[in-house]
């Protein structure tokens, strides 16, 4: 069984009531909204990872202030051949602030859109669960930062 394990940083942003998000287009081409930022390079430190990821995304500029938690989520998945893989996903999630930059989308990335969105209107977005884990750390700042939306079964 092949096995692949993916390290990333996301940024919680809030600012006035609003929460800045970048579209997702999966392989399928299905969108969905997520926090900015993304896999860490080999070499790269995590806080690194988060301010590049976001300038790329979205074009701002970030300061991480606060580490809110650490998101694992593991999922199994069938190669072309049919034989089976297992995936793990470790997502560092931060509170940062914007610091620079302007608004602008991503070209040539895994993102087509970035935008401020109210914090009431989230839960009518199409959205991955990422967004709900990285508000609910924002929100409570659990003291191992771990989020009651990450489930034991997913890793």
């Known amino acids: 069984m092949k096995k692949e394990l993916r390290v990333a940083a996301y940024a919680v942003c809030v600012r006035d009531d609003e929460i800045l998000l970048a579209r997702w287009v999966d392989g399928a ?84 859109l970035a935008a401020w969105h109210p914090l009431a209107s989230v839960p009518d977005l199409t959205r991955v669960e990422l967004v709900d884990i990285g508000l609910q750390l924002w929100r409570e700042r659990p003291p191992v930062g771990r989020s009651h939306l990450s489930h034991p079964a997913n890793g």
């Open 29 to 112: 081409g299905v969108r969905r909204w997520t926090l900015p930022g993304g896999g860490m390079d080999h070499g790269e430190e995590p806080v690194d990872t988060v301010v590049r990821e976001v300038e790329e995304e979205t074009g701002h500029l970030t300061e991480p202030v606060a580490l809110l938690g650490i998101d694992s989520i593991r999922r199994g998945w069938l190669n072309r051949l049919g034989q089976p893989g297992d995936f793990q996903g470790l997502r560092i999630i931060y509170e940062s602030r914007i610091t620079g930059g302007s608004l602008r989308n991503e070209t040539g990335g895994s993102t087509d």
